[in-house]
């Protein structure tokens, strides 16, 4: 690894004016201000010394497959030529000169903390290693619950809405604090999360439980307290997704979802996170690929808006922190244009950063191309380049681009850090139903229990099985629990192996997952048993509106490891049911009249 001397040497000399400070006192603002005009000097000059293809690499955010930067698997090589050209991350920042990566599981950049940090530090190697070298900026959606892409040994959190739940804005921001130091740790330096949508539709297929919940107040106060958790760790945080993704009923991944908000419900709903984050200093915000009529007549996705982004966003909320779409190959941005013209126009509507196109070679030429023959202009680019290279700044990536082997040791799912995710864990566990105070369950009454239910894959792909982690749990709590998984669409034969198990037992634990008509018949069988029943919501709290017959409801928010062995404790007794709903629960069959509302939530003394 090249010594400190060897990097700063490599970064144009340009560091010394990198430091990040503190919140100044009033007699140090004038001279933070003059400090600020001397580092944008210097940044404009390093930016004044690279080439045009420099520039327009510097813009993109790119997938890689591969744990090493310089020798993946053979596997992920052969993935790399296929969808990108190259044959590593090293090859690919040779050849765009891409100023982001993005870490996904699926590429198999994540899999434990130190390979990770490998990874992050041949990055760094292979792009400082260029003519005019610049650290990347790596990033990855950590946003705990049910998106999570940096697994076990890491702490995982609760996700969002059980934050949301749990409502502790101190909690929120240990969240991010100890999520930031894990990532930084790690060399991931830029978050996306929080999510800052008001998720107020039900049927929302693709936010859901990754917003706080739907009370916008709640929500900003949330976003706030991680985003200064976060950022006071030295993680770039993002606020998702611009102008607000709450109220749609198609996945943006697969579809284009439309907003039907007015421009007021706008300023009263989604817009209020988003001005939170701002004040917060928020480092970055991540567009949505929705339309939105009221704020964009045009048709076009809010990510390809200029009226949305520069007139908006940037003209009316005053945010001058860095732009970064969602994916670009998500369908939502892809349905109206051709994949070559979605960055252009991106960039084109006050776009800084282009994350992960379906073909970087057609989205880097295309770019390239609109600069040559004058459809955007290389001081267009040069103004989100000064931008992203704040960011980098701010971060400290110039100065420290590369982590330690011992700060990952030291660091990353520490035992101070795994107990502050099981308590905040614990107070957010929601209690919505409990007949005749059949919780908490007594070992000398109810000790032979049946985990069953549905068993969602890990979001990090290294915790559960769901009914595996709560029979663990329950039997390590004095129980003697059995897991058997009956999957989210059980057939009749898989519904019967569970009622002949349920024989056996004093009580059955059972995990809901967007409850349908196979669970439901299941659950229902099982409380017409005569068997005490207890039904954990693991996704979306909505379960328990169809489930009335069931005597003992809680509400998880999520099926990871932290949350489950939380709510295993508090079916024992062991802790207090503390959550309360952030999102109100309609009746199944008057979706109109409210079931629960909004801070509802039992607790074992009444």
Known sequence: MPSRRTVLAATAGITSVLAVGGTAHADEKQDARKDSRKDDDRLRSLISRMTLPEKVGQLFVMRVYGHSATAPDQADIDANLQEIGVRTAAEMIAKYRVGGIIYFTWAHNTRDPHQIADLSNGIQRASLAQPRGLPVLVSTDQEHGIVCRVGEPAT??????????????????????????????????????????????????????????????????????????????????????????????????????????????????????????????????????????????????????????????????????????????????????????????????????????PSLDVAWNAVLNAVRDGE???????????????????????????????GVTRTVGTPPHLSAADRIAERTTTLLVNEKRLLPLSRRTHRKLLVLGADPASPSGTTGPPTGVLAAALTGLGFTATALS?????????????????????????????????????????????????????????????????????????????????????????????????????????????????????????
């Open 156 to 357: 995982l959190f609760p996700g969002a809405m059980a934050m949301g739940a749990g409502g502790s804005r101190g909690d929120a921001r240990t969240l991010g604090r100890i999520a930031g130091q894990e990532l930084r740790a790690i060399g991931i330096r830029q978050n996306y999360s929080p999510v800052a949508d008001v998720n107020v539709n039900p049927a929302n297929p693709v936010i859901g439980v990754r917003s706080f919940g739907s009370d916008p107040r709640q929500v900003a106060a949330l976003v706030a307290a991680e985003v200064a958790g976060y950022q006071g760790a030295r993680v770039a945080a993002t606020a998702k997704h611009f102008p607000g993704h709450g109220d749609t009923a198609v996945d943006s991944h697969y579809g284009f979802p439309v907003i039907t908000h007015s421009r007021a419900l706008w300023e009263d709903l989604d817009a209020v996170p988003f001005r939170a984050a701002i004040r917060a200093g928020i480092d970055s915000i991540m567009t949505a690929h929705i339309q939105f009529p009221a704020l964009d007549a045009s048709g076009d996705p809010a990510t390809l808006s200029h009226p949305i982004l520069t007139g908006i966003l940037r003209g009316e909320l005053g945010y001058d922190g860095v732009v970064v779409t969602d994916s670009l190959g998500m369908e939502g941005v892809r349905t109206k244009y051709g994949d070559e013209r979605v960055p252009v126009l991106a960039l084109k509507a006050g776009v800084d950063q282009l994350l992960n196109p």
């Open 376 to 406: 955007l202009t290389e001081a267009r680019l040069d103004e989100s380049l000064l931008r992203i290279l704040r960011l980098k700044a701010r971060l400290r990536l110039f100065e420290e681009p590369y982590v330690s082997p011992s």
């Open 486 to 606: 009956t999957g989210t669409a059980p057939s009749a034969a898989v519904v019967a192996q569970a009622l002949a198990a349920a024989r056996d037992a004093d009580a059955v634990i059972v995990g809901t997952y967007n409850v349908a008509a196979a669970q439901k018949s299941l659950v229902e069988q099982l409380v017409a048993s005569g068997k005490p029943v207890v039904a954990l919501a693991i996704r979306n709290p909505y379960d328990v509106a169809q489930l009335p017959t069931v005597p003992a409801y809680l509400a998880t928010y999520s099926w990871t490891d932290v949350e489950l062995r939380a709510a295993a404790r508090v079916i024992a007794g062991r802790a207090a049911p503390r959550g309360r709903l952030p999102v109100p629960v309609q009746r199944a069959d008057d979706p109109a009249k409210v079931l629960y509302p909004v801070g509802y939530g039992l607790s074992y003394g009444r």
